[in-house]
């Protein structure tokens, strides 16, 4: 039976709940009972994570009395492409799975992204189940419904918005977690508690939090964002805090830095900029430099103003001749504020001077 297990329960255009828990996989077969009827499953998962995770799952979800196929590809960002996406519809063809059938998510943002977009597109719409297997997977990417693959021309290029029959985060699987990809999951564990709440950011620092706590907090906050604006035409827009500086980041470091490193400068860069503009106290980017040096991300890197210009205008969120900026006004609230294009550069080169 599962015992200390959380649930929190989504109100989007598909109802989920996210149960969290330590020793979930082994529950699964037994969550999904209790919303969809054993049928055919197709797990989705990656190269690092098949061998840990998967006969767990599989074990799981036959005891249920779901069959499990399963279809894993080399991991990493470069595998959410295209033909990855191609790949994964033709092994779901191949093998007759039908639209009463059901993808299983068992990863990282990039198995989520790229599985949840397929079970968009295969036979127009098919149940998808998200088991995040990373702290940033848990805490953002497996919640709220965005699924994409990238392009060529840029990250998350194609993709839709679709939710989730349920998420079922295991917090155990963490332990496996590189050092590098925990820490790149605490930088939007700390932009949750700077968006949102100065004593969660407090229990942070006292380190008293337990895991499981951790991602119901934030996973709650997500979700409240996600019901109010599913689609990304406001408020949502928040969640992109230290994200504007944090693509260009990225790119600049030829992908060296993870998401989550380039998240935690752009952040820095944010809080800078704001102080910058007067919005908030002198101060808070120091206090915003500690606490994530508490959790070992970087908090600076060496790029220049037309660097970080260049990549956030290419960013496909920006509209007209304005580009919308998330600032802390102070730990635990940020506004939205537009500013002209034009003054972009100039802007960044006092933030980082
Ligand atoms: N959809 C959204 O709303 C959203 C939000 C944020 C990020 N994202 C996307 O998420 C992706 C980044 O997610 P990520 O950081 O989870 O990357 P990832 O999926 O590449 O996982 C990071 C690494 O950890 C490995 N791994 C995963 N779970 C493991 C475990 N338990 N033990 C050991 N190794 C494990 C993976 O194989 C990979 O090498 C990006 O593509 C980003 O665009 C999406």
Redesign the pocket.
Known sequence: MMKNTKTVAVKASGNYDITIGKGLLSNVGEILKGIKKPCRTVIVT????DP??SDAVIESLEKAGYSADKYVFA???KS?NAATFVEILEFLASEKITRSDLLVAL???????IT?FAASCYLRGIDFVQI??????AV?????????I?LKAG??LA?AFYQPIAVICDTD??????EK?VA??YA?VIKYGILFEKEFCDSLMSGKCDIDEIVEKCVIFKRDIVERDEFDNGERKL?NLGHTAAHGIEKVSGYSL???QAVAVGTVIATKIAENFGICKEGTYREVEKMLEEFNLPTKYDITAEELCEAALSDKKRQSSKLTLVLPEKIGKCVLYDVDVENLKDIFSKAIG
């Open positions: 990656d190269s690092n994570v840990l995770y991991a990493g960002e959410k990863g990282g943002g990039v198995v989520g992204d949840g995040p297997t990373t702290l940033l997977a953002d990417s497996s919640v709220g419904g965005k699924t994409a990238d990250k998350n993709g699987t963490f332990e496996t977690l590189p990809e790149c999951g939007e969640l993870t998401h989550g």
